[in-house]
């Protein structure tokens, strides 16, 4: 059971936190990076935790608390659903544009647009002050989350699995992980990072470069990956799903600051729009996860020993991208607020993209569907697990950027 809490405490500052800094037993300058008031440091800490809007002791609702709980009901639930009703899947399935779920794209938009009402222009504006995090995340996207993935498929399914799997399937599941692990995160890192108070804006500014670069990187990495030429990407699945899950609520969410701001009480207003759609958020990612489980509960129930083998590289790829990116951000001093959506970016999937353009390109029984849905399935726990360790180490983390060099500050 994993509960996901936050808190953050102000003391009370005396005389000596009034500095810029503080100095340690040899009167050397000590650094004041964010969220170390708590610790006794100086007053800039508190202006930019204030800055924040981060309330004392603040906890997430119950029900995002045992989200892992709900997410593995809502597994079980859908598959039963699609296994003893064969009617429903193929009713969701004729629910399509251009490969795109419509009631699934419905269901992103209202976990998306409570996280757009975070968004402020003027820190999508100043992103490129602060480009450590763009960097990182990008870096680890396409220079080495596919590769990854590619090598530990080749790794378990050729050379592990040799013996289990027949050719076919090998090739099969290579396919889907490599279409799988090319397609970074964009909706629903939104949730991930607002689960452990990350930046709204750069998890904004992260999502649409992602987005960008998939649209003129995707197929190549696939193509070099697969080492095939006749993979026919759907683009205007591409471009539909980056329309659906990133520029409508987007722009939804724009059109509520513009309007809420010509009333002199609009961000107390944001607020209670906020607090009415958290609720919401979290119960479409349920009905989401419940639909993808309908629409592909016959291809899980025929091979339910795949589906083990399947999970195994999966996890491995989501636990090892997410350490190597939050242990960059530390040595690099990223600031904890970019760290956490940064490693929530690199670790996971664009599942959405993923069992589209699976469907697209080998139909609907192919061991590359299985894959990218075994995908949701490793994906959302192993997400909430992130999570769960961001916010436990948030104290540490930060107590690492107070060394006596000032490195961190100077970075």
């Given amino acids: 059971m994993i509960e996901l809490t936050y808190s953050s405490t102000m003391e009370n500052k005396d005389e000596s936190t009034s500095k ?9 300058l000590l650094c004041c990076p964010p969220g170390m008031v708590e610790k006794g440091f100086c007053n800039q800490s508190f202006e930019q935790d204030q800055n924040m809007n981060m309330k004392p002791s603040e906890k ?8 892992t709980v709900w997410v593995a009901i809502a597994m079980g639930v859908g598959t039963l659903i699609g296994t003893l009703a064969p009617a429903v899947p193929d009713a969701l399935e004729k629910a399509t544009v251009a490969d795109i779920w419509i009631p699934g794209a419905v269901l992103v938009w209202l976990m998306v647009y409570p996280m757009m009402l975070k968004v402020r222009w003027s820190a999508i504006r100043n992103a490129h002050e602060h480009p450590g995090g763009l960097f990182l995340t990008t870096f680890i996207n396409w220079a080495i989350q596919p590769f990854m993935m590619y090598a530990l498929a080749v790794l378990f399914f050729n050379i592990f699995y040799g013996n289990i799997l027949s050719d076919d399937k090998q090739s099969e599941y290579i396919s889907g992980a490599v279409i799988l692990g090319g397609s970074p995160c964009t ?6 990072s607002s689960l452990a108070k990350g930046d709204p804006n750069y998890t904004l500014v992260q999502v649409v470069l992602n987005d960008i670069i998939l649209l003129f990187l995707y197929v190549p990495t696939a193509k070099l990956l697969l080492n095939t030429s006749n993979i026919a990407l759907p683009w205007d699945t591409v471009y539909l799903s980056v329309i ?9 969410g724009t059109i509520t600051h513009v309007v809420m701001s010509r009333y002199s009480n609009g961000e107390e207003k944001l607020q209670r729009i906020d607090s009415l759609f958290s609720p919401i958020s979290s119960i479409s990612l349920i009905l989401l996860v419940v639909f993808i489980f309908i629409s592909q509960a016959k291809v899980i129930t025929q091979s339910p020993a795949d589906v083990f083998l399947i999970a195994v590289p999966l996890m491995i790829q989501t636990i090892f991208i997410f350490a190597l990116t939050y242990t960059l951000a530390w040595y690099f001093c990223l600031e904890h607020k970019i760290a956490g959506p940064a490693a929530f970016v690199g670790s996971s999937n664009f599942f959405e993209l993923a069992v589209a353009v699976a469907l697209a390109v080998y139909g609907p029984g192919s061991g590359a569907v299985l894959v990218s849905v075994v995908g949701v399935l490793v994906e959302v726990p192993l997400m909430l697990l992130e999570v769960a360790f961001v916010n436990a180490t948030k104290r540490r983390y930060e107590g690492r950027l107070n060394d006596t060099n000032c490195h961190c500050k100077q970075a």
Wanted: charged share 10%; glycine share 6%.
């Fill in 20 to 28: 810029a800094g503080t100095t340690n037993e040899n009167g050397d």
């Fill in 60 to 67: 997430i609702s119950f029900f995002a608390k045992y989200l």
């Fill in 187 to 192: 909706a629903m890192v939104f949730v991930w």
């Fill in 244 to 252: 659906l899950f990133v520029v409508i609520p987007f722009a939804l």
